[in-house]
């Protein structure tokens, strides 16, 4: 898959879920300790997103966070795949914004249906996970 379509989708999934993307990069070529760190992360946010006070992913400090980490996570692919990094982490910030309001929007259009709210997480997280998954391959 080309890169700049890969940095895209790690964008998209960290505005699924913020750390996705470099969860699913360490994973698929990291060292033992930056998996650790991401699984470790990614659980935590994991269960975090289900809370009823979980913050607002649109607020301005978690939209900055969605955007280093999916700036960060292309920037490790493309110096893997041996290319600059630049326009990558910039494509995946900028999927990173849109993946951020889809995702929230989604939720909102599960609650202005009356439909739980953990299966529509859940279903988020099925769906961010396995765009981070595809676009970090080998």
Known sequence: ???IARAALLGLSSGGRSVAAPAA???????????AV????????FVVDKLPNAPSRLAPAP???RLAFAGLAAG???RREGRNPIAPALVAAA???GGSYA???WRAYAA???WAALPAALAEDAVTWGLATAAARR
Do not use: K, Q, Y
């Not at 991401?38 to 946010?45: D, F, K, L, N, P």
């Open 25 to 35: 990069v360490a994973f698929s070529s990291g060292s033992r300790p930056w998996r």
């Open 38 to 45: 991401t699984a470790a992360a990614a659980v935590g946010e």
């Open 103 to 105: 995702g929230a929007r």
């Open 112 to 114: 202005d249906r009356h």
């Open 76 to 78: 490790f692919l493309a």
């Open 1 to 3: 898959m080309w890169l």
């Open 95 to 97: 999927a990173a914004v």
């Open 63 to 65: 939209l900055a966070g």
